[in-house]
C-alpha cells in the first residue's frame, strides 16, 4: 500500500510566471461591430487584482492554454484573443 499524500484546502493556487493581464487585459479596447461581446461576473482571490482575474477569464475563454500548441503560429493571437477591457 503506498503511503497517503496530504493535500492543504487552503493554499491558494498561484498560476503560471506571466501575468495574463499583459496580454489579455486591454483597458484602451474600443469593440468593433463584428466582436462578440460577453459579461462574467468574477470574485477574484484574495491578493489577485481585478484587472488579473479578468484577463483570465479572457485567456481561458479563448486562446489561453497551459501549454504550446502546434496552432499558435497558424493564426493572428491580437485578432482572435479574448480580451478583459472593462470592470466596474
Not at 484577463?55 to 493571437?77: F, N, Q
Request: a negative charge.
Amino acid at each position: 500500500m503506498s503511503p497517503q499524500t496530504e493535500t492543504k484546502a487552503n493554499v491558494g493556487f498561484k498560476a503560471g510566471v506571466k501575468d495574463y493581464k499583459l496580454t489579455y487585459y486591454t483597458p484602451e479596447y474600443q469593440t468593433k461591430d463584428t466582436d462578440i461581446l460577453a459579461a462574467f461576473r468574477v470574485t477574484p482571490q484574495p491578493g489577485v487584482p481585478p484587472e488579473e482575474a479578468g484577463a483570465a477569464v479572457a485567456a481561458e475563454s479563448s486562446t489561453g492554454t497551459w501549454t504550446t500548441v502546434w496552432t499558435d503560429g497558424l493564426t493572428s493571437l491580437d485578432r482572435y484573443k479574448g480580451r478583459c477591457y472593462h470592470i466596474e
